[in-house]
C-alpha cells in the first residue's frame, strides 16, 4: 500500500469517527441555549442570539431565562417544562425582538437544552393531506408500491425538488428503491452508494432522531458560549437537536450533489435504521414545523407498513419450506441407519429445500456429496474451517472472501449454507450454489467515495464531485442466501438433532430389554443346576455323616462349602434379577397394611441367632399399634440387608438397635450399630451399584444396599445413611402409613 493509500484510510478513519454528536455550533436559523433546573438559569446560549433577539450574550450568560424572554415568556416554558417535554407536546409560538419564533425543549444528560428556531411559512395543510396518504398507504399491499407512493406523497406535502427511499444493505452500503424527483433533477433510482457516505456514528444519530433538516447546506456555523458545559466542563451532546450543526464534508457533499436543503426521515424496523426517506431541494428550503411533523407520521407509519410487510414475507418464506421439511424428516425418522442415510438417499429433495445446486454430507469417515460440488478434500477443508467458526449454522454468499482456498471453486460453490449436529464424530450438511456475476450500478466509484485535497492544515477530505453512474462487476459471489434458507437449515437441523437422540434411546432401550431378557434365562437356567447340586451335596452329606475316617470328613467339608457357594449363587441371582428390574423401571411390590410390631417379632426370630454368634444385643423397638402400607417380602429384605450388614461390621459384644416410629403420614425406621462406621468419602456411595468398599465384606454382592434404596423409592420412601467411623453408623428409611392409620401420627 502507497503512503497516499495509507494517508487516505487514516483520514477515512479519522472522518467514521468524527463526534458529530459534539459539533460545538449550531445552524443559523435559530438560537439554542442550556438552562439549569429548577431556576431556569441560561447556561450556554448561541451566538447569534444578539443578531435574532437583540440581546448581548453576555447580558444573558448565568441569568433566569426571564432577562432573555421576559416574565410572561419564561412563564410559557417553565409550564412546558412542567409538563415533562412529552414528544406530542406541540412547540411554543413565541415572537421576540418582532420576529416570530417556535420553542421546542428537551432533556439530555441531565440539562434543559431550549431550541428558538424561526417560524417558517407554508401553503400547505399537513392535516387533509396527511389523512389521504393514511387511507392510502394502509390500502396498498406491495412493498415496492408503497416506496413509490410515500416519496410522491413526501414530495407533494413538502416540495422538495427530490425525495428518495435509501435502504441500507447487510454490508453496510446503501441503494435507492425508490425515488421522485423534478425535471432536471439528476436520478438516482437503483444505484448503490458507499457506506461511508453514511458513516457509523451518523446512522446512530439517524437511530435516535425520526428527523434531521438542513434548511441551508451553505451556512455558516454559530457557535455556543460557553463551548464547555460549565456544569461538567465537558462538550454538549447535541445528539436531539434540531437546529444541531452538521458535519462541514456533508455541506459540501450536498452541494456536490447540486441541492442546498435537504432533510431525512428515519425508518426505523425492529429497532434497527432500515432505512431514510431523504429529501433534498435546489435552492434553501425551510419546511414548517407543522410538515415536518407530518412527514415524521409519515415515517412512522411506512416504517410498521414496512415492518409489517417484511414479517408476512418472511412468514410466507418459512411456510413455503414446511413441506419439504415435513418430508426430510419423515425419511430421517424411518431410515434404518443413521438420519445422515435418509437425507443421503434423498438427495434431490434436500437440495431443493434451500434450492441449492450441490450437498455434501459428511459423518465420519463418509462423505457423499450429490449435484456441482467441490472435490472431497476441498469439502473435508472447507468443513473444516467451518467448524472452527463456531456457529451451529453457517452461510456465505461470497465464500472465497472469508476463505481464500474457496476461490479455486468458486464456479461451482461461492456460496455455501452448512449445519453439523453435536455429535463425537465429525458430521456436517453443506448446501453449495455457484458463482453468479453481478453488475451493481454506484453513483460514483466505490473504492473513492472521498478525495484527498491540500489545505492550510495539510491533507484533508472532500466528498467526491461526481455521481454518474459507475458499473462494477461482481465475481465471486453467488445468489443469496434468504431467510427461509436459513429458517429452513436450523428447523432441519433441529429435527435431524431430535430423530437422532430418539434413534439413540430406542436403541439404548432395546439394548437394556436385551439384557434383561438375558439375565432372566440365564437365572432361569442356572437355577435348576443349582438347586440340584444343591440337593445332591446333602443327599452325599448325609451318606458320609456316620463314616468317621479322615477321607469322609475331607469329602464332607467339601459338600459344605459346595452348599454354601450354590446358595451364594442363588443369592445372587436373586439380586442381579432385582437389579435388573429397578434400572428398567419395573421393580413391582404388593403392599397391603402391615402391623410393625408383628413384623419386628418375626425378623428378630430370624436374625437372632446371627446376632448372638457374635455375642451382638439385637434390640427391636416400636410404638404399639403402628401399621405401614408395605410389601411384606420386599420389607423384610430391607431389614435383613441392614440388620445383617449392622451385625456384619459391628466387633464382637456390640449393638445394634432397630426402631419404628411415627413420622406424619410415614413410618420411620431407623438401624443402628456401634461398630466401625464408614469412611467421610465413602458414605455418598453407599447406595451405588457394587459398593463393596466396607472393610470385611469380601463375600458380598455389592448390590444389597443398592437394591434396599430400590425397594424403599418403590414404596414412595425414603433412605439416607450417616455414620463417625469408630462410633457406628445409621441408616433410616420411611414407609407410607396404612391407611386406616393415616392420622396416628
Known sequence: MSNDDEMFEQLLANCANEPIQYPAAIQPHGVLMTLSEPGLEILQISANVEALLGVAVQQVLGKPLTALLGTCL???????????????LQPLDMKINGQAFEGFMHRHQGLLIFELELLAHGNRDPHSH??????????TRDLDALYDLSVREVQALTGYDRVLIYRFEED???????????????????????????????????????????????????????????????????????????????????????????????????????????????????????????????????????????????????????????????????????????????????????????????????????????????????????????????????????????????????????????????????????????????SGDPRKPLHMEQSGTGLRLRPRTSFELWKVEMEGISRKWQHGDHFAANDLRRSALEIDLSHQVIKEQAAVRARDELVAVVSHDLRNPMTVISMLCGMLQKSFSGDSTNASRRITTALSTMQQATSRMNVLLDDLLDTSKIEAGRYTILPRALNVTHMFEEAYTLLAPLASGKSIELTFEAAPSLQIHADPERLFQVLSNLVGNAIKFTDTGGKV????????????????????????????????????????????????????????????????????????SEFRFTVPCAVESMDCA
Open 172 to 442: 453496510g452500503h446503501g441503494q435507492v428503491i425508490a425515488e421522485a424527483s423534478s425535471p432536471g433533477m439528476e436520478l438516482f433510482k437503483d444505484l448503490h452508494f458507499p457506506a461511508s457516505d453514511i458513516p457509523a456514528q451518523a446512522r446512530q444519530l439517524y437511530l435516535n432522531n425520526w428527523l434531521r433538516i438542513i434548511p441551508d447546506a451553505d451556512y455558516t456555523p454559530v457557535p455556543i458560549v460557553p463551548a464547555l458545559r460549565p456544569d461538567s466542563d465537558g462538550p454538549l451532546d447535541l445528539s436531539f437537536a434540531s437546529l444541531r450543526s452538521v458535519s462541514p464534508i456533508h455541506c459540501q457533499y450536498m452541494q456536490n450533489m447540486g441541492v442546498l436543503s435537504s432533510m431525512s426521515i428515519s425508518l426505523i424496523s425492529d429497532g434497527r435504521l432500515w432505512g431514510l426517506i431523504s429529501c433534498g431541494n435546489r435552492s434553501p428550503l425551510h419546511v414548517p414545523s407543522s410538515l415536518r411533523s407530518a412527514c415524521k407520521t409519515i415515517g412512522q407509519i411506512l416504517s410498521l407498513q414496512i415492518n409489517a410487510m417484511e414479517a408476512l414475507q418472511l412468514s410466507a418464506q418459512r411456510d413455503a419450506k414446511l413441506d419439504t421439511l415435513a418430508k426430510l424428516g419423515q425419511v430421517m425418522h424411518d431410515s434404518q441407519g443413521t438420519v445422515f442415510d435418509g437425507l443421503s438417499e434423498n438427495a434431490p429433495l434436500l437440495m431443493s429445500l434451500v434450492d441449492a445446486s450441490g450437498v455434501a454430507i459428511i459423518e465420519d469417515e463418509r462423505l457423499r456429496t450429490a449435484g456441482l460440488c467441490p472435490e472431497p478434500e476441498q469439502i473435508r477443508e472447507l468443513h473444516q474451517w467451518i467448524q472452527e467458526q463456531g456457529m451451529p449454522v453457517f452461510s456465505s454468499d461470497c465464500l472465497g472472501s472469508l476463505f481464500a482456498p474457496a476461490t479455486q471453486y468458486r464456479t461451482l460453490a461461492s456460496g455455501v449454507l452448512a449445519f453439523t449436529l453435536p455429535k463425537p464424530i465429525t458430521n456436517g450438511i453443506l448446501w453449495f450454489r455457484p458463482e453468479v456475476k453481478e453488475t451493481l450500478n454506484w
Open 657 to 728: 438397635t432397630v426402631e419404628a416410629t411415627a413420622d406424619g403420614a410415614y413410618i420411620a425406621f431407623s438401624v443402628r450399630d456401634n461398630g466401625k462406621g464408614i469412611p467421610a468419602n465413602q458414605l455418598p456411595h453407599v447406595f451405588d451399584r457394587y459398593w463393596t468398599a466396607r472393610e470385611g465384606n469380601p463375600n458380598g454382592t455389592g448390590l444389597g444396599l443398592y437394591i434396599t434404596h430400590g425397594i424403599i423409592k418403590a414404596h414412595g420412601g425414603t433412605i439416607g445413611a450417616r455414620s463417625e467411623p469408630g462410633q457406628g
Open 74 to 88: 419564561a412563564d410559557q416554558v417553565r409550564r412546558l417544562v412542567e409538563q415533562e417535554l412529552a414528544d406530542e
Open 130 to 139: 396527511l389523512n389521504r396518504l393514511l387511507q392510502r398507504l394502509q390500502a
